[in-house]
């Protein structure tokens, strides 16, 4: 744990001695939970955002076989006049799929198109809009170079290479990459499994009518999202009141078979004992206080098999907290390594931000190019963690530091895109 220059702690200042650093706990988490064992076969299809099992070794290379980069003629480079016009019979076509099979000799050229196999003795391509044709003849200058516009074998994979490595994601740039291998399918780890919840009595499911005192579960929906885009299965157990008995009983239903459970509400520090005494019954849980805002207080730990995050039900403190601690460790388990790093990059503030020193923000922003060639960030509106619409309306974290103070208008920030996580 940090310690902490100010001391005693002053009503100027978040400084909490007691608290963990972002940094910290992210480390714990993340060193606390194992990637995933099993896996299973999937057709390429249905393979975009899974995490590849097996490493990926090239069986073909990739061309297979050295060919044109552009519509023209296709000759020999070697052994061209020096300098006027060069003037080459024209002795048949290769076009792709329909390789010519004859051997080209020094006074001759062969008609090609993109994609087409050289023929043999060729390994010059002049491009068609530098060539006049005059009957059987190619005619062109002396602006070619030998080796100009062909593709070599195996340029872009060759036999043997590891074109993608166990851990991998896969992109949609991946899924060719493999089909240019001529795999139809491809061994992933399986889908992990995600149990959740969100608590509190007050909580009402959307589609019902609103009573007084209630409020509509949106975190339910935010971290679905999450789990969605993440790509892991998910199963829900809706709203769970802040009771003894419901919470013990979905919490064993859902340990029985997840491979982690994502909660929202009901464990900040002194509140509603009740949660608290079933989870340090039912697992092995701890409560963090995080040097962060939103979202200081969560709960890590496990019920069963299953890795456990109980998330602060502030709508937007379950969104940061859930992108900075359970994100990574979500996709650590599915098997994703390395973990990419986080994307991070300053940008001009061009807003005054309300800040004290002691903990890491994360305000939200929309960052963008000032049309002059730099990025600037501007906050979306009000900060406090109860205000959803502040992340709806942001592309990014503006992530001030713990020791920070307010933001003057003009000041270099570091910004953190949501890149479609959030
Ligand atoms: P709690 O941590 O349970 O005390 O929740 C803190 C505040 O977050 C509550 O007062 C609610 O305003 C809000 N909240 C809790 N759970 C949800 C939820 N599922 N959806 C939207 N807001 C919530
Ligand atoms: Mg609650």
């Not at 007084?212 to 679905?224: A, K, M, V």
Request: charged share 20%; with cysteine.
């Amino acid at each position: 744990m940090k310690s902490f220059p100010h001391s005693p702690v002053t009503c100027d200042d978040d400084y909490d001695p007691y608290s963990l650093t972002v940094e910290t706990a992210q480390i714990c988490i993340l060193n606390a939970v194992s990637p995933l064992e099993a896996t299973e076969v999937v057709d390429l299809r249905s393979a975009l955002g899974r995490v590849l099992a097996e490493d990926a070794c090239a069986a073909v290379a990739v061309p297979a076989a050295t060919n044109s980069a552009m519509d023209g003629y296709a000759l020999r480079g070697a052994g061209l006049p020096a300098s006027g016009k060069r003037s080459l019979e024209v002795v048949g076509v290769s076009r792709a799929g329909v390789p010519y099979r004859g051997e080209v000799q020094s006074r001759q050229c062969v008609r090609i198109f993109t994609g087409a196999v050289m023929p043999e003795g060729t390994d010059t391509v002049v491009m068609q809009e530098q060539v006049e044709r005059r009957g059987d003849l190619a005619v062109f200058g002396s602006e070619v170079k030998p080796g100009q516009n062909v593709r070599q074998v195996g340029e872009d994979v060759a036999v043997g290479q590891i074109v993608l490595a166990r851990g991998r994601r896969l992109t949609p740039a991946d899924l060719g990459v493999l089909a240019g291998q001529g795999l139809a399918q491809v061994a992933v780890y399986r889908r992990l499994r995600v149990a959740l919840f969100t608590t509190g009595d007050e909580l009402l499911e959307p589609g019902e009518e609103l009573a007084e005192g209630g409020l509509y579960d949106s975190n339910r929906y935010t971290l679905l999202g999450m789990l969605q885009r993440l790509g892991v299965e998910v199963r829900e157990f809706g709203i769970v009141g802040d009771s003894r008995e419901q919470l013990e009983s979905v919490l064993s239903e859902a340990a029985a078979d997840a491979d982690a459970i994502v909660s929202t509400g009901g464990v900040s520090v002194g509140e509603y004992d009740l949660v608290r005494e079933v989870l340090e019954r039912v697992g092995s849980i701890e409560f963090w206080k995080i040097a962060m805002k939103p979202g200081r207080p969560i709960t890590f730990g496990n019920i069963g098999r299953a890795v456990f995050f109980g998330l602060p039900g502030n709508p937007v403190a379950a969104m940061v907290t859930f992108y900075q601690f359970v994100q990574p460790a979500l996709r650590r388990m599915m098997g994703e390594q390395p973990l990419p790093a986080v994307l991070s990059f300053k940008a001009i503030c061009v807003s005054k931000l309300r800040k004290r020193p002691g903990r890491v923000e994360f305000q939200r922003g929309v960052v963008e190019p000032d049309g002059e060639g730099r990025m600037v960030v501007r906050k979306t509106g009000q900060q406090g963690s109860g205000i959803l619409t502040s992340m709806s309306q942001a592309n990014c974290f503006i992530v001030l530091p713990l020791d920070s103070g307010p933001v003057e208008p003009g000041t270099l920030v570091e910004v953190q895109p949501f890149f479609g996580l959030v």
